[in-house]
């Protein structure tokens, strides 16, 4: 069985929390986890990732349980890809949303798969034991950067573009989502998050705290907690979906 938690925080220095989560038990059988980290001035940002979050969860109702992997990854792309329509369409009619946009990263998980989607840098991990591994590739300026051998992995915590995407939601009429299905088992945890955690945070850390003592809710306060240690100069949103295999541990966590 799945358990899960999850919260966000606006941070030390932003005056408006852009981040946006939504998390769904049983969905026709899956859980559904959604966060988005909204871009852009007078307030679009916000707008942008409450759209993202609630188009997705709206489209993914009718989800067939029964559908193979591969249609169910289509599915999913499918949803998404509406979503940044509706957004696009949306910023374009209304001069003060030019422009704006958010990332994006759903997991659609059950107790032996997961399908993650996202498009921008909020990401996805999956921990196993004592090991943390990077699910998804940030859309971002910096990535280009460290993959062609111009930066190191070091020099991106604190590039000064490190904000920059190379790809969002809602910023044009068409867009091309990552997808993938991952296998996942008992004890395993999925973390999602945007780069107001993965940016500060890094990925040995991460892993010590998920790792830790303490229950799912406490796991993902600490971990906000060290971003906003670490500066904390951006929102942050964390969720924690956790792979249990005791059905007596059925407490669900709150939104923070």
């Known amino acids: 069985m799945l358990r899960l938690a999850y919260q966000s925080d606006i941070g030390r ?87 704006m946009g958010t990332t994006v990263v759903t997991v659609l998980a059950k107790d032996d798969r997961a399908v993650v989607a996202h498009i921008g840098d909020s990401r996805a991990y999956r921990i196993r034991g004592n090991h943390i591994e990077q699910l998804t590739e940030d859309h971002s300026l910096v990535n280009e950067l460290v993959r062609s051998g111009q930066i190191s992995r070091e020099d991106a915590y604190h590039h000064p573009r490190r904000n920059v995407l190379t790809r969002a939601l809602g910023t044009e009429p068409t867009i091309e989502v990552d997808v993938q299905e991952i296998m996942w088992q008992q004890g395993d945890l999925l973390l999602l998050c945007s780069d107001g955690l993965s940016s500060l945070v890094e990925k040995d850390r991460l892993l010590q705290t998920v790792t830790g003592e303490g229950e799912l809710e406490s796991k993902v306060q600490q971990l906000i907690q060290e971003a906003l240690d670490a500066g904390g100069d951006d929102n942050i949103t964390v969720v924690l979906l956790a792979n249990v295999a005791d059905p007596a541990s059925d407490n669900v966590g709150e939104a923070g």
């Open 13 to 99: 220095v932003r005056l408006v929390n852009e981040d946006r989560a939504i998390v769904q038990e049983d969905l026709n059988g899956w859980t559904l986890a959604i966060v988005a980290d909204g871009m852009g001035g007078h307030q679009a940002g916000d707008i942008a990732s409450t759209m993202a979050v609630e188009l997705i969860q709206e489209g993914l109702q009718s989800v067939d349980p029964n559908i193979s992997g591969e249609e169910r990854q289509r599915q999913l792309r499918t949803v998404i890809e509406i979503a940044n329509e509706k957004i696009f369409e949306f910023a374009s009619q209304r001069e003060n949303y030019h422009g």
